[in-house]
């Protein structure tokens, strides 16, 4: 097997987003974002339950460390790159080696929704992705009808490609999903709709 080493992120931010591996002492803060986020991210992720403890945490944080050792995942908090403040999470992670594409997942605590961070926060994951991990493809697959992440997907640079059937299980079911793409082409015309929307 041979293992990817790719260094944690020292420089993702825009100025009012940060995007940082996860550390041992963030367990606490995920686990209160995630319990403050139940109602609306619980609906499409069933692992955002009103009882995620930090326990549940330190296990998520483990495992974020041992993907990225292995260079299968990179998950990220996304902070307030001023105050450090725990927005939510974005990861570049299901990573394909041999064809060079990867999903990108995000979700934001319910007090950050609706501020531009994920498009922010997305503009910083594709850059890294694309420069540091070699990507050379980017997924963002989400429920037929979870706007919110379909319209995030689209403020990103995703391309919509398509339905497709039964490609997620929500809550035991079945559901089908949109599937947007991103290679690195875009980034540029992303970067200025980006921002356009921050002006």
């Given at each position: 097997?041979?293992i990817?080493?790719?260094?944690y992120?020292q420089?993702?931010?825009d100025g009012?987003v940060?995007l940082r591996?996860?550390?041992d002492?963030?367990?606490?803060?995920?686990?209160?974002?995630?319990r403050?986020?139940a109602a609306?991210?619980g609906r499409?992720?069933a692992w955002?339950?009103?009882?995620?403890?930090?326990?549940?945490?330190q296990?998520w944080i483990r495992?974020c460390?041992?993907?990225w050792l292995?260079?299968?995942?990179?998950?990220?908090?996304?902070?307030?790159?001023?105050?450090?403040?725990?927005?939510?999470?974005?990861?570049?992670?299901?990573r394909?080696?041999?064809?060079?594409?990867a999903?990108l997942?995000?979700?934001?605590r319910?007090?950050?929704?609706?501020?531009?961070?994920?498009?922010?926060?997305?503009?910083l994951?594709l850059r890294?992705?694309?420069?540091?991990?070699?990507?050379?493809?980017?997924e963002?697959?989400?429920?037929?009808?979870n706007?919110?992440?379909?319209r995030?997907?689209?403020?990103?640079g995703?391309?919509?490609e398509?339905?497709?059937?039964n490609?997620l299980v929500?809550?035991?079911?079945?559901?089908?999903?949109?599937?947007?793409?991103?290679?690195?082409?875009?980034?540029?015309?992303a970067?200025a709709?980006i921002?356009s929307?921050?002006?």
């Open positions: 097997m041979t990817d080493t790719v260094p992120p420089d993702l931010t009012v940060r591996a996860y550390r002492s963030d367990a606490d803060a995920l686990a209160e974002a995630v403050e986020s609306s991210a499409w992720l955002a339950r009103p009882d995620y403890d930090t326990a549940t945490a296990d495992q460390k041992q993907a292995l260079g299968d995942g990179f998950e990220m908090l996304v902070v307030d790159a001023r105050t450090d403040r725990f927005l939510g999470g974005m990861g570049v992670n299901q394909h080696r041999e064809h060079r594409f999903n997942g995000y979700w934001l319910s007090s950050a929704q609706g501020k531009g961070y994920v498009t922010r926060a997305g503009a994951a890294f992705a694309f420069e540091t991990v070699g990507i050379t493809r980017i963002i697959v989400a429920a037929h009808d706007l919110p992440s379909r995030a997907a689209e403020r990103i995703g391309t919509f398509g339905i497709l059937r490609r929500i809550q035991g079911n079945p559901v089908d999903s949109a599937m947007y793409s991103v290679v690195p082409e875009d980034l540029q015309p970067a709709h921002r929307r921050s002006t």
